[in-house]
Structures are given as structure tokens and as C-alpha cells.
């Protein structure tokens, strides 16, 4: 514990999902920590929704914070660092609402881009090692937020590589959930993107240890504490644990998770996107358990002002751009020596076989003579929407958006098709142990329902026959050009 003559200092993080304040005692290896808050302000609903910060979050985040200020001058603190994250470095409306902040709370916010995110929460997370005897020689740090998450690697607790990708339990939650549970449907096309998103992402050191950070993760070994017993003192979860709890958060409603395991109901929501997140990324790295810390960003800043006072911004991200240039060369070295495919190579490669996969089911849905190949070509469009959403951060943006809408709305036609063709098979299962009067009924339904899938069936083969297989596919695969597309060059 430190001692009562260091300063006291407080950081904010304007999150996604999150504001969440630490006040500590600082010094520059060692925090003792006086308050730990957050409230779920969920700014990256509405950034998600309509590219821009609502009217009532701004309001509600700026509420938030004249409370923190007030917090930490309680606590005498000598200075209120705060930093903004992905959802308003995604806004469009970004620079207006942290003007919005000074003039109204005094507070100045920085935006931080999303390397010096990883490098604060890298330092947030691992700062407990200063007291172990044997820290680990490897290990790796992932900051699960509501519109990012960053993931850092580090070799004697110097980062030797470390990315920020636009992908969080908040942004996942409001692009794919629409129900609560979530649905089997929307589950498995959430999980195909993530198995995509990161499965094809070049990550040039795996550690063999992952420590992970973030409200979503917290959250998460609390379900798995208070419903499994996991012991609290480890701290730490393995995939079969990680798996049981996204099986409750299937079957549950998040009011439900929030009253029996004592989780923020706003926080029992979009749970079941993080624990997908979190089960793909040990996937990656292929492994089983995982270290769940209750330290961050917040923690990173506020041990980087102790070390380097009014500079800690700037050394910080002067840091973070040697790192960067420390992978760029190691990059071009590897090139010299093995022929991977980039990101865009590789999405362009499975752009091409996840749209081929999908046409290639055309004539046996015109035939309509089995009804799985209306299921299997389903199946194949929502593969194909989730290779796309994993790579739009590389494909030009109006073909995106043409071919997106496309792909979507065959998607759609083809699942009113199959709902209707799971209905009808249902109902013809409960004929034979129905009695005459309800079989009359159930025939009754059978017959509207035929008709309507009748009717379905030429607006399906209308869709189907408008498409060009071939310019289709040339169209997916051109949204995405070699090299990937560069914004702001023609």
C-alpha cells in the first residue's frame, strides 16, 4: 500500500460502453486504489446505430462525468486524466462532443487511438507483475471493450507487438442480437464472423498466457463464480467454463442473469458477445484458460502519469510508435522468408469460395424439390455476410454497401422460405398423435401455410432468377480491391 504522501490522482475512460473512474494513491510501480466506479452510458448504441453520439447520450455521459469530477475532488486529487475510446473515434459527431465535455465539465478529454489504448491497458493489466518474484517471460493482454478490443504481446514485459481491431461485446451485440436471449440464428452468424475475423488475423507471436481486461470479462467471471463456483482467487478461466456460461446467457434473458448472478442488467445484455469474443480469441491462440484482471486502462494512466507527470500522453505514444515500427520491420523481414497472405489477399480468397458456396445452391432452390437446399443456401448467405462484415474494414465502402444489401436481402427471402418450411414439418410431427378434432386444425394450418409457402416460392425464384451468378460473384469479390482499400486515396 503506498504511503500517505503519494499524490492522488484520477483517471476516466470515456468508453463504448462504459465511463468508469479509478482514484488512487500513485507512484510509478504501484497504485493504492481509493474508488473504482463505472456507469453503463453505452455511447457505441447509438454511434453503431447512426454513425453519430445521440443527443441523450451525450447528455447522460456528460452527467456522468460532472459526478467523477466531483469524486475526485473529494479525494483531493492533483489531476483527472481522461481519455475517449473507439465509439467516439468512430463518430462523426466525436470532436463536437468532447468540445461539449471542457466547456460544460472542465475536464479535458483525450482521444486515444487504438495503439496507445493497447499500451495503456498492457501496462494497467500486468502491473501486479512488479510484485512477483517470477513474472511470465510471455504473455499476452486483451482489453475486451464495447467498440474495440486491443490485443498486446509482450516478451519480458516489453511489448513486441501489440493491434486495436473495431470489434467489441457492444458493436457485436447491436449488429447481430436482436432478441433477448439472443437467437440460435443470430448466435451462430455472430460467432461465424468472429471465428473469421480472427482466425484470419495476422498475429506474428501467440503467448501462452492471456490476461484479460475489460468490463465484459469481468462480468463474465462473475457469472461464472456465482453460478459455477469458480474459485475467486485465481482469477482465471478456462474455455469449457467461458463455454458453460455463453450456454446460460443462451437461455436466459438478461434480467434473469442480472438478478440471480448479481450482474448490471444493461451489462447482462451484451455478456453473451463478449463471452463469443473471448472464445474466439483463445481459439486464435489456441488456448484453453485465460487470466481475467480487474485492471485496465484506467490503471495504465495513472501509473504512466506517475512515472512521466505532464508528459505521460506523449510518452506513451511515442512508445506506441516504436512498437509500431518494431512490427513493420519484423513484418518485411518475415515477407523475405515466407509468402503468407496479407488480410486482404486472404479476404478476397474467401470472399470468392463463400459467394461461389452460396451460388452454387441456385438451381436445386428453383427446382424446389428438396427442401434442405433452401436451408443450405441460408446457411451459405449468412457465411457470406459474415466474411464480409469481417473485412469491411479493408473493402471500399459503396461497393461494400451495394453488395451487402444484396446478399442481405437474399438472405431475408430465403429465410421466410425455410421459417415456413420448419413450420409445416412441425405441424405434420403432431398429426399423428393429435386426436381427429385437433387434426382437423393442424390440417387446416398446414394447408394456409402451404399456400403461403407456395406463394414465397415465386417471389424466391423471382429474386433468384434476377440474379447473374457470375457478375454476383465478381461484384463481392471486387468490393474488396488487392491490397485493400485506403481511405482518403482514390
Not at 208 to 237: D, K, M, W, Y
Not at 259 to 277: D, E, N, W
Amino acid at each position: 500500500m503506498q504511503g500517505q504522501n503519494s499524490p492522488v490522482c484520477a483517471a476516466i475512460d470515456i468508453g463504448s460502453n462504459t465511463v468508469h473512474i479509478v482514484v488512487a494513491r500513485c507512484a510509478p510501480d504501484s497504485l493504492d486504489i481509493l474508488e473504482d466506479q463505472q456507469e453503463m452510458v453505452r455511447i457505441g448504441e447509438s454511434v453503431t446505430a447512426t454513425g453519430a453520439i445521440s443527443a441523450q447520450k451525450r447528455d447522460d455521459a456528460i452527467s456522468v462525468l460532472h459526478k467523477y469530477k466531483a469524486l475526485a475532488e473529494q479525494h483531493s486529487s492533483q489531476r483527472i486524466l481522461v481519455v475517449a475510446t473507439e465509439a467516439i473515434r468512430q463518430a462523426s459527431n466525436g470532436a463536437e462532443f468532447l468540445a461539449d465535455v471542457l466547456r460544460e465539465t472542465g475536464l479535458e478529454a483525450h482521444l486515444v487511438e487504438g495503439d496507445v489504448e493497447a499500451t495503456l491497458t498492457f501496462h494497467g493489466a500486468t502491473y501486479v507483475f512488479h510484485d512477483e518474484p517470477h513474472p511470465p517471460t510471455q504473455v499476452g493482454v486483451m482489453d475486451l471493450g464495447g467498440g474495440s478490443t486491443e490485443l498486446v504481446t509482450a516478451r519480458d514485459m516489453q511489448i513486441i507487438w501489440r493491434t486495436s481491431v473495431p470489434v467489441g461485446s457492444g458493436w457485436v451485440h447491436d449488429r447481430y442480437f436482436h432478441t433477448d436471449p439472443p437467437s440460435y440464428t443470430d448466435l451462430e452468424v455472430a460467432r461465424t464472423f468472429l471465428q473469421t475475423y480472427f482466425q484470419n488475423m495476422s498475429i506474428k507471436h501467440c503467448p501462452p498466457a492471456l490476461i484479460v481486461t475489460g468490463g465484459s470479462a469481468n462480468a463474465l467471471f462473475q457469472l461464472a463464480h456465482e453460478a459455477f463456483g469458480v474459485p475467486e482467487p485465481q482469477r482465471s478461466l478456462t474455455s469449457h467454463e467461458v463455454a458453460c456460461c455463453e450456454g446460460l446467457l443462451r437461455v436466459f434473458p438478461s434480467h434473469e442473469i442480472a438478478t440471480r448472478y448479481h450482474i448490471h442488467a444493461s451489462r447482462a445484455r451484451i455478456l453473451p458477445a463478449g463471452a463469443l469474443i473471448i472464445l474466439a480469441v483463445m481459439e486464435r491462440f489456441r488456448l484453453d484458460e485465460i487470466r481475467v484482471s480487474r485492471y485496465g486502462i484506467r490503471e495504465g494512466m495513472l501509473l504512466a502519469y506517475a512515472r512521466y507527470g505532464d508528459q505521460w500522453l506523449e510518452q506513451v505514444t511515442r512508445q506506441s510508435m516504436h512498437v509500431q515500427q518494431d512490427d513493420t520491420t519484423a513484418q518485411l523481414n518475415d515477407e523475405k522468408d515466407v509468402q503468407d497472405e496479407t488480410f486482404a489477399e486472404s479476404g478476397r480468397r474467401m470472399l470468392e469460395e463463400r459467394a461461389h458456396k452460396m451460388m452454387s445452391w441456385r438451381d436445386e432452390v428453383l427446382k424446389h424439390e428438396d427442401i434442405e437446399a433452401v436451408h443450405k443456401m441460408r446457411v451459405a448467405s449468412r457465411r457470406l455476410r459474415a466474411v464480409l462484415d469481417a473485412y469491411e474494414s479493408v473493402c471500399e465502402p459503396k461497393r461494400f454497401k451495394k453488395v451487402y444489401r444484396r446478399v442481405k436481402k437474399l438472405a431475408d427471402v430465403l429465410g421466410q422460405a425455410r421459417d415456413t418450411d420448419v413450420m409445416i414439418q412441425n405441424l405434420q410431427s403432431q398429426l399423428a398423435e393429435a386426436s381427429s378434432e385437433e387434426q382437423a386444425g393442424i390440417h387446416w394450418l398446414i394447408e394456409r401455410q402451404s399456400a403461403y409457402r407456395q406463394a414465397h416460392q415465386k417471389k424466391l425464384e423471382a429474386a433468384l432468377k434476377q440474379l447473374d451468378t457470375d457478375k454476383l460473384q465478381q461484384q463481392v469479390v471486387s468490393c474488396l480491391p488487392k491490397g485493400g482499400f485506403q481511405y482518403g486515396k482514390s
